[in-house]
């Protein structure tokens, strides 16, 4: 909501393991079928100091972001640590939607 929540949540995450969750759905009303998933991705960030969260936060890059950072951006330096899809935490796991697709359309 604001650059204050932004340095609350990163002042949270730094020098921690979090999960980023997205899920996505298709369905085939023709087919009367439905695929739901939920991909999760375990980042870590590096211990940050009050000095480079404010140097990240005069970026504006945190603006609109889900917990205040940007992945694919500035912020991306600070994370030391990815287990699952880059692409769930910039916003959409591509390589699941594509597989889940690729199933779904087999089936259908």
């Known amino acids: 909501k604001s650059r204050d ?8 995450l730094q020098g921690r393991k979090h999960q980023v969750f997205t899920a996505f759905a298709i369905k085939n009303k023709r087919e009367m079928i439905s695929y739901c998933q939920v ?12 000095e480079q969260i404010e140097q990240y936060l005069d970026t504006d890059e945190y ?5 205040g950072y940007a992945i694919q ?3 991306g330096v600070y994370v030391s640590d990815i287990k699952g899809s ?12 594509y597989l889940a697709l690729k199933t779904f359309s087999a089936i259908s």
């Open 5 to 12: 929540d932004a340095k609350d949540m990163l002042t949270q």
């Open 39 to 50: 991909v999760v991705t375990d980042v870590t960030f590096i211990l940050l100091s009050a």
């Open 63 to 67: 603006q609109d972001k889900a917990g």
């Open 73 to 75: 951006g500035y912020a």
């Open 86 to 97: 880059y692409t769930n935490v910039v916003g959409l796991p591509l390589a699941e939607v």
